[in-house]
């Protein structure tokens, strides 16, 4: 039971390039969720999906893309990546019925 | 949504207690939530607390939770260095959806 994988780990952009973030989850939950850490602001939602087939945006959806591509698997993608998107991101899935998110390692990407 | 605020930093010394505290202008009457992140690491559930309870046990963590002010707290007894971490509050949204709304985060730093 791996919990909520994340890949790549780490990753370098340049400015302008796209990139997709992987996250997948082995727990059966419905809902899923990718964050960005910044520092000195928390952890702020980018975007949300309550179930497969449905997403909605956060607090900082702009640049980004999501796909649910299943139960599993909600990915994230960055178009046309750029310095303000230097961060860590995080997904999280929750236990269905509850409000207990559980986080995967973490992407630490930087854009030059 | 609502404003969930931190303080920054809180530096002990091992063996001390400590205590977190957490403030936030608005929550739906469910759970509220404390996870820690150690280095490089994504966020780990540690305790809650239900809405119509002032104080919850576990083992080294004390909860309190004042409705009132909408203050919580997070008080680690007896503290090691392995309890250096970053602490955060979370509160349910109470904007609809299944998703919390987390507070700047709290990073501890134990001294020897």
């Known amino acids: 039971n791996a919990g909520v994988t994340q890949t790549p780990k780490f990753q370098v952009l340049k400015t302008g390039q796209s990139m997709t973030l992987q996250c997948a989850q082995d727990m059966n939950h419905n809902s899923m969720y990718w964050y960005r850490q910044d520092p000195g602001m928390g952890l702020r939602l980018i975007y949300y999906?309550?179930?497969?087939?449905?997403?909605d945006k956060g607090e900082v959806p702009n640049g980004y893309n999501v796909s649910r591509l299943n139960k599993r698997e909600f990915s994230l993608r960055l178009e046309s990546a750029a310095p303000s998107q230097t961060s860590v991101y995080f997904c999280?899935?929750?236990?269905?019925?509850?409000?207990?998110?559980?986080f995967g390692p973490g992407t630490r990407l930087t854009v030059t | 949504g609502e404003d969930v605020e931190q303080s920054l930093f809180l530096s002990v010394r091992e063996g001390d207690s400590s205590v977190i505290n957490c403030t936030y202008t608005?929550?739906?009457?469910?759970?509220l939530y404390w996870y820690k992140q150690e280095p490089g690491a994504g966020l780990q559930l540690l305790t809650y607390i239900f809405s119509n309870m002032d104080m919850k046990q576990d083992q080294r963590l004390t909860v309190l939770l004042n409705k009132k002010d909408k203050h919580l707290s997070l008080r680690i007894a007896d503290t090691q260095t392995g309890d250096s971490a970053i602490y955060f509050c979370a509160i349910p949204f109470t904007g609809g959806g299944n998703k919390l709304t987390f507070g700047t985060g709290t990073q501890l730093k134990v001294e020897l």
């Open positions: 999280a899935s929750a236990r269905d019925g509850t409000y207990e998110q559980y």
């Open positions: 999906s309550a179930s497969e087939g449905t997403t």
């Open positions: 608005d929550s739906s009457s469910t759970y």
